[in-house]
């Protein structure tokens, strides 16, 4: 990206957003080119400008910050947006990462984390906090303690790019018998398809 990294905050209290806006701006990559602690202020600025990076908390005081976040995803091509808030629910981070979210920091982090994720989602890279990643990594460690050795075998085999029909004839079982077994896959790992499945496989180290 040419010259300065132009960034918006959306934060609902004052002395937050000037704190970040001074963090930011004290670095010679950055420069923040309008701040609000409205959700629709937010979303018309962000519509007009596309700013390089948006940097939005989840609780502002207009609206459904979250409705927010995802109508600028849809409706702004390349949309880099870094989530800090207090709020560190896995749920939350795994549907606003889904939806296209650069980063994820909650209002612990430190300001070299605050520059880090910045940069990051600025080259189109992902960033989460420590904490967060906490939160991930914990969250998926449990989900695989619930999933049976069958259904690891055919998350291992859909992450092999295999069809219905091989997955059958590898664990001598019917194609009907294994999208039923999917379909359960996909409700433990909360994914609609099988690159959510592979996603997670590889994220979890069950695939090369």
């Given at each position: 990206m040419a010259g300065k990294?132009?960034?918006f905050?959306?934060?609902?209290?004052?002395l937050?957003?000037?704190a970040w806006?001074?963090?930011?701006?004290?670095?010679s990559n950055?420069?923040?080119i309008?701040?609000?602690?409205l959700c629709?202020?937010?979303?018309?600025?962000?519509?007009?400008?596309?700013?390089?990076v948006?940097?939005?908390?989840?609780?502002?005081?207009?609206?459904?910050?979250i409705?927010?976040?995802k109508e600028?995803?849809?409706k702004?091509?390349?949309?880099?947006?870094?989530?800090?808030?207090?709020?560190?629910?896995?749920?939350i981070i795994?549907d606003?990462y889904?939806?296209?979210?650069?980063?994820f920091?909650?209002?612990?982090?430190?300001?070299?984390?605050?520059?880090?994720?910045?940069?990051?989602?600025?080259k189109?890279?992902?960033?989460?906090?420590?904490?967060?990643?906490?939160?991930?990594?914990?969250?998926e460690?449990?989900?695989?303690?619930?999933?049976?050795?069958?259904?690891i075998?055919i998350?291992?085999?859909?992450s092999?790019?295999?069809?219905?029909?091989?997955?059958?004839?590898?664990?001598k079982?019917?194609e009907?018998?294994?999208?039923?077994?999917?379909?359960?896959?996909?409700?433990?790992?909360?994914?609609?398809?099988?690159?959510g499945?592979?996603?997670?496989?590889q994220?979890?180290g069950?695939?090369?």
């Amino acid at each position: 990206m040419a010259g300065k990294i132009g960034i918006f905050i959306a934060e609902d209290h004052k002395l937050v957003r000037e704190a970040w806006k001074l963090t930011l701006e004290n670095n010679s990559n950055c420069e923040v080119i309008g701040e609000t602690e409205l959700c629709s202020e937010a979303l018309e600025f962000c519509l007009k400008n596309k700013p390089d990076v948006i940097i939005m908390d989840i609780n502002l005081k207009d609206g459904k910050s979250i409705d927010v976040i995802k109508e600028m995803l849809d409706k702004i091509p390349n949309a880099s947006i870094v989530v800090v808030s207090m709020i560190n629910i896995y749920s939350i981070i795994k549907d606003l990462y889904k939806h296209g979210i650069r980063a994820f920091l909650t209002k612990n982090s430190s300001k070299e984390e605050l520059i880090e994720a910045v940069l990051k989602a600025a080259k189109k890279e992902s960033y989460f906090s420590p904490e967060v990643s906490k939160v991930i990594m914990q969250q998926e460690n449990e989900i695989i303690h619930n999933l049976n050795n069958r259904e690891i075998k055919i998350i291992q085999l859909i992450s092999k790019g295999m069809s219905n029909k091989e997955i059958g004839a590898e664990m001598k079982m019917s194609e009907k018998t294994i999208e039923g077994h999917k379909t359960k896959i996909y409700k433990k790992l909360n994914v609609g398809n099988n690159i959510g499945v592979y996603d997670f496989a590889q994220k979890n180290g069950l695939v090369d």
